[in-house]
């Protein structure tokens, strides 16, 4: 389905019961963010949220994207598998046999398809041109700028779809990174290395010439999704928008940077470049969505030159942060959208992927495959993290068609059934996203992949042996090594050979000696795998326990195998992996970068929002998330304090 605009999805969020409007004062200043945190943590992502009286001339949508039935009429459709589908449909028609005239002539409506998926330029104004500042009056203090967190380096632009283009082939990529505002002209622009707008600015910075830059916000909602998706470099993210709305996008040029076409429908459009001659910005600290701070560094000036809007515009934005929060629904829709072009051309074995939202995407991914052959589970491996964004994995677990992949439980049974820790796990290296705080150096670090599927005799190792049995004794372990603050054996009872054990450290090489000792014990003969995590972190909160191992685990740094004759007979030998998700220091761990606080509310806006609760016509009141969290921070910055 085609939007008009952004006001018609809002229309139709607020027909379908999906959207509440509030009218009482909130200011854009962390007030905004710490309700709509409240809200996107209630079951099913709670409902969009329309900020009415921000004491700007604008009002501010919040969580438009944070349910699966709001993704899907984003989209417009009845399900996220209805896209994969089309585009499996559609890769299976071009790519079968054309034998026949008939059968080509079949091809020419598809292909006409392609034609009306393909962006358009129109002459002349578009609606989100309605109004123009230019000069002194392009101030983008005037727009309601959320602050999200506490430690925030000041407000951020979080919902930006930002336009650049390739200066030799003028092919234009369309992305979304934030944008710390500095001044009524001034930004930062804060895309990665690894993204293409880097690129781009690479190229200009050669030519020595200033780079046209265009953020647009609102407008038809496939856009922010299209611009968030892992597109390869050579397809335009307008063309994906296209074939998700099945009716191109209008484009019209921008006023002072007419290299740049933005969508006809925007709401605001933010004109202006990037100077590669510049100095560069420091940058941030950021609340991001992995559920900590992104410490400063420093990026590009954007200086804005041009800002427009339509009558009638309605601000965009969202907040990241400890999961869940919108977010994991955009990475819902990719991770259904994609499936389909990932088994179809890079990994055709693959039948089902899945990205558990205490991953926050990267961290953790579950591939299902049609297993046929001794080490098809590596071949996947390889081929995965070498797919595009999926180079940033950091833990991939490979299960196959034996078991339902969404059902965690019975995943984790299934795959430990055939684990055998010390010829089932497999360790590398690569590029890893720049938000990953675990690792040593940026952007580069360690990988794991868990193989749980089930082994061909090629595969299978007799020497190996464990009990299957509990043994009251693992709930003893917090008795006996002072270190320990609490252990978690709720899954042995569940036939999941998994330990969680919160520890503190107080010495180097502390988790790797502890989990030494403790495999020394018979009784520890149930278990495969041992999680250490910080000893601030409840290890039997499931969730919680795991979002945080995720984060602070570097795989291949931070594990120790313990292999060691079985007391159940000396000539097989028993095995139990431990992997450190605790925090690292440079005291504890020679880790030489600084290492970012989780993220919660600070007291004042917590105390503000109970206030205004009643008058915010939410329903019940719901206390803030952050309190649960308070007792896990280091300090009182964006920078972990001892």
């Known amino acids: 389905m085609a939007y008009k605009n952004q006001q018609q999805f809002i229309d139709v969020l607020e027909r379908e019961g999906e959207l509440v409007r509030i009218k009482e004062y909130v200011d854009p200043k962390l007030e905004i963010a710490e309700i709509t945190d409240r809200i996107s943590k209630t079951p099913g ?33 009845n399900h996220l598998d209805d896209v994969a589908h089309d585009i499996e449909a559609l890769f299976k028609m071009l790519a079968s046999p054309k034998e026949s005239i008939v059968d080509k002539l079949k091809l020419l409506p598809k292909l006409g398809q392609f034609a009306s998926w393909m962006p358009k330029v129109r002459s002349g104004r578009g609606e989100c041109q309605q109004v123009v500042w230019q000069g002194k009056d392009a101030d983008i203090s005037k727009l309601p700028v959320i602050t999200c967190w506490p430690k925030d380096g000041g407000p951020f632009v979080t919902l930006p779809v930002i336009h650049t283009k390739d200066p030799s082939t003028s092919t234009r990529n369309v992305g979304m990174y934030r944008m710390q505002v500095f001044g009524p002209q001034l930004t930062g622009m804060h895309w990665h290395k690894h993204k293409v707008s880097a690129k781009h600015f690479n190229e200009y910075k050669k030519l020595g010439r200033k780079m046209p830059v265009a953020v647009a916000l609102g407008g038809d909602p496939a856009y922010a999704y299209s611009a968030t998706a892992p597109l390869p470099e050579n397809v335009d993210e307008y063309m994906l928008a296209g074939f998700l709305r099945k009716k191109k996008v209008e484009l019209v040029k921008c006023i002072t940077q007419p290299e740049i076409e933005v969508p006809a429908d925007a709401d605001f459009v933010i004109e202006g470049y990037v100077d590669p001659a510049d100095e560069l910005i420091w940058e941030g600290p950021f609340g991001d969505h992995t559920g900590y701070y992104s410490l400063p560094d420093w990026y590009p000036r954007f200086h804005i030159t041009c800002i427009t809007h339509k009558q009638g515009a309605v601000y965009p934005a969202t907040i990241v942060g400890i999961p869940p929060q919108e977010d994991a629904w955009l990475g819902k829709a990719t991770e259904r959208i994609f499936l389909a072009p990932m088994k179809m051309t890079m990994v055709p074995e693959i039948v089902d992927m899945d990205m558990p939202v205490e991953g926050v995407f990267h961290n953790l991914v579950i591939a299902q495959i049609k297993k046929e052959y001794a080490g098809q589970g590596q071949k996947v491996m390889n081929a995965m993290w070498g797919a595009g964004q999926m180079m940033f994995n950091k833990i991939l677990v490979v299960a196959d068609t034996g078991v339902q992949i969404q059902d965690y439980e019975k995943l984790a049974q299934y795959a430990f059934s055939n684990l055998d820790p010390a010829a089932d796990i497999y360790f590398s290296q690569g590029p890893m996203d720049v938000l990953d705080h675990s690792c040593s150096k940026l952007g580069f670090g360690g990988k794991m992949c868990i193989d749980g599927t089930a082994k061909y005799e090629e595969e299978k190792d007799d020497t190996s042996a464990w009990k299957s049995i509990n043994n009251d004794w693992l709930n003893t372990i917090a008795d006996k090594f002072d270190e320990v603050h609490a252990v978690n054996t709720s899954l042995l009872k569940k036939d999941i050979p ?57 795989p291949k740094r931070d594990n120790t195998l313990v292999q060691r004759p079985s007391s159940i007979d000396e000539s097989k030998t028993y095995s139990c992996m431990g992997l450190d998700g605790t925090i690292k220091s440079k005291e504890m761990d020679n880790f030489q970068r600084d290492w970012p606080n989780i993220i919660v509310s600070d007291e004042a806006t917590i105390k503000s929002v109970d206030a205004k609760w009643d008058k915010l016509g939410l329903g019940e009141f719901l206390p803030s998330p952050s309190l649960k969290f308070q007792d896990q921070v280091y300090g009182l910055e964006a920078v972990v304090q001892a």
């Open 45 to 77: 992502g709670g409902k969009a949220l329309l900020f009415e009286n921000t004491g700007y001339d604008f009002p501010v949508l919040m969580n438009a994207y944070g349910s699966e039935k709001r993704m899907c009429l984003a989209l417009g459709v």
């Open 498 to 554: 998994v330990l969680v054990i919160s520890v503190k450290k107080s010495k180097k090489g502390q988790v790797r000696d502890l989990h030494q000792q403790l495999c020394q014990a018979p009784e520890m003969e149930a278990v495969k795998m041992v999680l250490y995590v910080e000893h601030t972190v409840n290890a039997n909160d499931l969730t919680v326990a795991l979002w945080r191992f995720c984060n602070n685990l570097d």
